[in-house]
């Protein structure tokens, strides 16, 4: 079983960034391959970026591309996701997410969830 637990959440300015890092327990992330969601009020959770295992490829939705970045740190079992340039759409809750398979936009891929850290965005 992995455990997965996130920080770095909180209420910033538009403009600002934030860093939510994502510690797992239980097992080592290094074999996994790991993402990030989020879920505003009222919506669908939502895939916001992945990374393999290894690090070698990493994904994003469209509306983070260039603003966002994720990484990891095997040694550290932990994985990162830094926002910068935030905007209020990204307000949610933000979710990491552990599996082994591919196809790591998708929700159901993933096994082993968190359970989130709230990011909120005013303007």
């Known amino acids: 079983q992995v455990q997965l637990v996130e920080s770095g959440g909180g209420l910033v300015q538009a403009g600002h960034s934030l860093r939510l890092s994502c510690a797992a327990s239980?097992?080592?992330?290094?074999?996994?391959?790991l993402g990030w969601f989020r879920q505003a009020p009222g919506k669908e959770r939502e895939f916001v970026a992945a990374i393999n295992w290894n690090g070698a490829s990493t994904y994003y939705r469209d509306s983070v591309k260039g603003r966002f970045t994720i990484s990891r740190d095997n040694a550290k079992n932990t994985v990162y996701l830094q926002m910068n340039n935030l905007k209020p759409e990204d307000t949610a809750v933000y979710y990491c997410a552990a599996t082994f398979a591919i196809g790591l936009v998708t929700r159901s891929a993933y096994d082993y969830w968190g359970q989130g850290t709230q990011v909120t965005v005013f303007s």
């Open positions: 239980g097992r080592s992330l290094s074999s996994y391959n």
